[in-house]
């Protein structure tokens, strides 16, 4: 008979044979920005302090999953930085010696403010989203006139070796990327810190719903446009990466796509998300999440929250089904689920 300690040790795996490595974990609801993509121009009703999962309860939970086998840990929002001493919660997590390197995604807003307090507290990878390198079209994606202090945050992070690779992505969307593909493709090209930038396709995760596959720019779309003026040369893809990557064939710059409506790696996905209230998801997609507050409030032990961890990844979606008949959106927005 397995005894509870190897029970624990057990990798995490989920009925389709996928191994279970990499958490989003997102840290707060709220956000400073209104991207049009993703919230509404009025917010969202947020979460109370009470609802949200305090640090403590968040280094328990990564830690019982870095026992599981998931080492990779990157923390999200709605925007991560927005969090009262989010710092502290980095310094907390990197002490989980089972981790690999924390990495964060946000909007770079106050990253300036704390780029320094964040590498401090161990932070070793960042991406920062940035749709538009033109103040006014920046504006209009995210209704924040605020890209000279985003560009200043990605400077303030960048200046510091230890935090690499640094990541730009951006959401591919029709009549509106085209623009821009040029733009930033000068950007990989000319960064001092090798910045690569991804595109990523728009999902119907929006929380005004206006979402439809007309309005994907695809990977595919994006590579054509590109190959018009540059040659491009694609890595080999490592395991589980989301993104294609492709290096300029002049050996200057890099620049990636991630497809997820047009070329789904869903097959290969080794991913779960805690959202800021404490609900496992085991995809972007999922209708369904899995409640850790109220076991971990009411007292559950570790290895009464790793069985309700496996069962949950056990029942892991096969796929997504976005742009198949009867496709329902999850009820929760990309800010709300932690992206
Ligand atoms: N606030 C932070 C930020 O914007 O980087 C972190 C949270 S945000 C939800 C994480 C990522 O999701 C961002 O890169 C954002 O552009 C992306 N995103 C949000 N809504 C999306 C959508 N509907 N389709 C594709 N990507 C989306
Ligand atoms: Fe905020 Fe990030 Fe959503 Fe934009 S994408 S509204 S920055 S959570």
């Known amino acids: ?4 300690m190897e029970r624990v040790a057990e990798p995490l795996r989920d009925a389709h044979g996928r191994a279970i490595t990499d958490l989003r974990v997102s840290v707060t609801d709220r956000c400073n920005f209104r991207c049009q993509y993703c919230m509404p121009a009025d917010g969202l009703p947020w979460l109370e302090r009470s609802e949200l999962l305090d640090f403590e309860e968040i280094a328990r939970l990564v830690r019982i999953l870095a026992g599981l086998g998931v080492g990779d840990l990157r923390l999200s929002g709605g925007e991560p930085l927005v969090r009262r001493d989010f ?9 989980i010696k089972q981790l690999n390197e924390i990495a964060l995604t946000t909007n770079g807003y106050l990253l300036e403010r704390d780029a320094a307090a964040l590498v401090g507290a161990g932070l ?19 209704r924040r006139d605020a890209l000279a202090q985003v560009l200043r945050g990605l400077e303030a992070i960048a200046a510091f070796e230890q935090v690499r690779p640094i990541k730009v992505n951006a959401v591919a969307m029709r009549d509106f990327t085209e623009q821009e593909v040029f733009g930033f493709c000068e ?3 000319s960064s001092p810190h090798g910045i690569q930038v991804r595109f990523i396709e728009f999902m119907p995760l929006d929380a005004d719903h206006a979402w439809q596959p007309e309005a994907v720019l695809s990977g595919a779309e994006l590579i054509a446009i590109i190959t018009e003026r540059y040659e491009l040369v694609e890595r080999e893809r490592e395991p589980h990466a989301t993104a294609r990557v492709f290096g300029f064939a002049d050996g200057v710059g890099e620049i990636g796509f991630i ?9 290969d996905c080794n991913r779960l998300r805690l959202t800021a209230e404490g609900k496992l998801r085991t995809c972007l997609f999922s209708i369904h999440e899995t409640d850790l507050r109220e076991p971990l409030r009411s007292g559950a032990d570790d290895p009464e929250l790793v069985e309700i961890i496996r069962a949950a990844v056990w029942r892991k979606e096969l796929k997504h089904r976005v742009g198949e008949p009867g496709f329902r959106p999850p009820p929760r927005s990309m800010s709300a689920i932690g992206g």
Do not use: G, H, Y
């Open 1 to 4: 008979m397995i005894d509870a």
């Open 124 to 142: 070793k990878r960042v991406n920062v989203s940035i749709d538009s390198l033109a103040r006014d079209r920046f504006f209009a994606i995210t």
């Open 187 to 189: 950007f990989a090209r």
């Open 259 to 267: 497809n997820p409506v047009s070329e789904p790696f869903c097959s």
């Open 87 to 95: 710092p502290r919660l980095v310094a907390m997590l990197a002490e």
